[in-house]
């Protein structure tokens, strides 16, 4: 089939890939969902399901503006990969260059024990430990014992160096640079970028990667009248079904503290900038945001055998799999495709704790975006990460949504 023709009939020959997903709005588990697929320079499908608002019978639109969590991380970490090649820090560089709140940090002697049981850290926190998670900072969700209960204790809602002061006062859970622990290590390296370049992280990502890539729509709030394009944060309730008390409205200034990995804002067409700028080796139509060297190494597996061995939050997610900065990278096809569905080598991605989620495979050319606003049950780690819920018709949308896609395209 020419590409011509496939492009022009590409919406109906994917139209069954829509149905995992209608099927989990129609149930009632799931207020609506913006999904897209794009392929060797052509989007070929964009599905819009469901409602942006439930109450308000406001449909999804392609423009709908979604709070992407986790997937602000690589966008930061873009950034940061962007002062690198002026020379303003290297991964190699102890963060406390710029966070001297985190030198002298001390080290849990048992991960599960007291946090005055500690022993000091063999060396300071670099820049490469906070874009590999391997810094030995945590989430609250991410550990158990006295140090998850101390991050739960830290709240966001405060000013970035009130937040600092405060992490960095706990003890890390292992020695920097051992293990990858999933953690606000972005939200760290956020604070050095703003430190930096003597600005907000807000005006850093827009100056370098949303205003170069056209993201016209993505940043830590949105204008007044690009509110009503929101989607509503829903929680699934087991007993009452969607409810839309889990979050406020989106917010319409810059909050005190710009969170470099949960933060953003986007929406489905934004987000594939990025994601085509990272697949076509830091540049999109013309306009070059990152080296070819820098995309290279966020896109490499940096984690030893060792390392892999260690469960990511529950899960053996390593399995086929590798993390480069901030991007988990696929390293064994056929593996991965058992527990993750397919994906050529090399394909890359980092979800969301709401449901989003993305993937660009640069084996197959293809870039997949699958987005929905559900709240996580945070007492479960992995569901911290995916969004998804113990209800298998929602949990299973997007791995079916993906399978379904790829075989469509005989991928």
């Known amino acids: 089939m020419r ?67 986790s997937m602000t991380k690589p966008v930061t970490v873009a950034a940061a990969m962007g002062l690198a090649e002026e020379g303003r820090l290297a991964l190699s560089d102890p963060i406390t260059r710029w966070v001297p709140e985190m030198a002298d940090m001390r080290v849990l002697a048992d991960p599960a024990g007291p946090l005055t049981d500690t022993v000091p850290a ?9 874009v590999t998670h391997r810094s030995g900072l945590a989430y609250a969700f991410s550990v158990g014992g006295p140090i998850g209960r101390a991050y739960a204790q830290v709240s966001l809602r405060q000013d970035a160096d009130d937040w600092l002061a405060e992490v960095a006062a706990l003890p890390l859970v292992h020695q920097p640079g051992e293990r990858l622990t999933y953690s606000q290590a972005t939200e760290v390296l956020g604070i050095a970028l703003a430190r930096i ?9 827009r100056e370098r990667i949303f205003e170069p890539l056209g993201m016209a729509d993505t940043g830590f709030h949105v204008s007044e009248d690009k509110r009503p394009r929101a989607a509503t944060m829903y929680r699934l309730d087991g007993r009452e079904g969607l ?18 990995g949960a933060g953003l804002l986007s929406t489905a067409d934004d987000y594939l900038r990025f994601a085509r700028m990272l697949l076509g080796g830091g540049e999109v139509d013309g306009v070059r945001v990152l080296s070819a060297e820098s995309v290279r190494m966020m896109r490499t597996d940096r984690l030893t055998a060792e390392q892999k061995k260690h469960p990511f939050l529950g899960m053996p997610f390593w399995i086929g799999r590798g993390f480069g ?43 997949l975006i699958y987005l929905i606003q559900n709240y996580p049950d945070l007492t479960s780690a992995a569901a911290a990460v995916a969004g998804n819920t113990s209800l298998a018709k929602l949990q299973s949308a997007q791995p079916r949504f993906v399978r379904r896609t790829y075989a469509a395209l005989d991928l």
């Open 197 to 205: 370049e003597g600005k907000s992280l807000g005006e850093v990502l």
């Open 3 to 69: 590409p011509a023709v496939f492009s022009r009939l590409a919406p109906v020959i994917l139209a069954e890939n829509r149905s995992p997903i209608s099927e989990a709005v129609d149930s009632g588990l799931l207020a609506g969902a913006v999904t897209l697929v794009w392929r060797r320079g052509d989007v070929l499908q964009v599905n819009e399901i469901g409602h942006r608002d439930v109450e308000a019978q406001l449909p999804m639109r392609r423009d709908t503006i979604f709070r992407v969590a």
């Open 122 to 130: 063999q060396r300071p926190v670099t820049v490469e430990d906070l």
């Open 325 to 367: 900065l901030n991007l988990s990278v696929v390293t064994d096809p056929a593996q991965s495709r058992r527990l993750f569905g397919p994906g050529g080598l090399g394909t890359f991605s980092w979800p969301g704790a709401y449901g989003t989620w993305w993937q660009a495979d640069p084996a197959n050319d293809l870039i």
């Open 243 to 260: 409810r839309h008390d889990a979050m406020g409205p989106v917010p319409v200034r810059e909050p005190r503290f710009c969170q470099g």
